[in-house]
């Protein structure tokens, strides 16, 4: 694959890219941030395959999703549910939203199936004690890093880190007031994922720096769930000036 190197811009405007004819799936789709990004993804008329470990459990919540999409539009996209394997292979561009613990095992079989595509990490390496949550080290710096090692053939952004799992669920709430951060090493890439951010109602994708800045913006996570669990809160980001 290519790699362009992405440019600055001092607009947030949504980049002219067409996403809506592409399939997004979604692994580790039966999680609450997968399962969530699918909920506005398909609001949005986006069509989703959700991928788990578990095909029957993935249907089960393809259904659901879908239900819940339909709640808010008479047009949603069309959603359906399979083996993480199956679902890499048939999506356009895949998000990865499994758990850290099993993020680069996950990943490491998936390489020739995910060969050539997009591939989006939204995963943070957070863990929590009697103290709260605080993020762990990982070797190539941050998980996006490790995902673009194990998938030498995709082009691997970061993003969707900070959108509360719950209000991506929360239809009842028509529009997220959030801003999404997208890193990494190729322009085209990164252009495509701002654009299908900005397909979420109220969500701007906001171009961060390349991938080695994706440690950063993996640990802020941490940061805004120790705000919300301070404030009971759902909190985002709004970058301004922009």
Do not use: W
């Given at each position: 694959?290519?790699?362009?190197?992405?440019?600055?811009?001092?607009?947030?405007?949504?980049?002219?890219?067409?996403?809506?004819?592409?399939?997004?799936?979604?692994?580790g789709?039966?999680?609450?941030?997968?399962?969530?990004?699918?909920?506005?993804?398909?609001?949005?008329?986006?069509?989703?395959?959700?991928?788990s470990?578990?095909?029957?459990?993935?249907?089960?919540?393809?259904?659901?999703?879908?239900?819940?999409?339909?709640?808010?539009?008479?047009?949603?996209?069309?959603?359906?549910?399979?083996?993480?394997?199956?679902?890499?292979?048939?999506?356009?561009?895949?998000?990865?939203?499994?758990?850290?613990?099993?993020?680069?095992?996950?990943?490491?079989?998936?390489?020739?199936?995910?060969a050539?595509?997009?591939?989006?990490?939204?995963?943070?390496?957070?863990?929590?004690?009697?103290?709260g949550?605080?993020?762990?080290?990982?070797?190539?710096?941050?998980?996006?890093?490790?995902?673009?090692?194990?998938?030498?053939?995709?082009?691997?952004?970061?993003?969707?880190?900070?959108?509360?799992?719950?209000?991506?669920?929360?239809?009842?709430?028509?529009?997220?007031?959030?801003?999404?951060?997208?890193?990494?090493?190729?322009?085209?890439?990164?252009?495509?994922?701002?654009?299908?951010?900005?397909?979420?109602?109220?969500?701007?994708?906001?171009?961060a720096?390349?991938?080695?800045?994706?440690?950063?913006?993996?640990?802020?996570?941490?940061n805004?769930?120790?705000?919300?669990r301070?404030?009971?809160?759902?909190?985002?980001?709004?970058?301004?000036?922009?």
């Amino acid at each position: 694959m290519s790699i362009a190197p992405p440019g600055s811009s001092t607009s947030a405007d949504t980049p002219a890219v067409d996403v809506g004819t592409l399939t997004v799936g979604v692994l580790g789709g039966t999680g609450p941030q997968g399962r969530g990004l699918a909920v506005r993804l398909a609001a949005a008329g986006q069509r989703v395959l959700l991928g788990s470990r578990d095909p029957d459990r993935a249907a089960e919540v393809a259904t659901e999703v879908a239900t819940s999409a339909g709640t808010v539009t008479p047009r949603p996209g069309s959603v359906q549910g399979g083996s993480n394997t199956d679902v890499a292979g048939a999506a356009d561009l895949v998000v990865v939203a499994v758990p850290f613990a099993g993020h680069a095992a996950t990943l490491a079989v998936l390489a020739s199936r995910l060969a050539g595509k997009v591939v989006v990490d939204c995963v943070v390496p957070m863990a929590f004690d009697e103290r709260g949550a605080y993020v762990l080290d990982v070797p190539e710096g941050s998980v996006t890093q490790q995902a673009a090692a194990l998938l030498p053939d995709s082009a691997v952004v970061g993003a969707f880190h900070h959108l509360s799992a719950t209000l991506l669920e929360d239809l009842s709430r028509s529009s997220i007031d959030a801003d999404v951060l997208v890193v990494g090493d190729d322009r085209t890439a990164t252009e495509l994922v701002q654009a299908l951010a900005g397909r979420l109602p109220g969500v701007r994708g906001i171009y961060a720096g390349r991938l080695r800045n994706a440690r950063q913006v993996e640990a802020l996570t941490i940061n805004l769930v120790s705000v919300n669990r301070r404030y009971k809160a759902h909190a985002g980001i709004r970058v301004t000036d922009v």
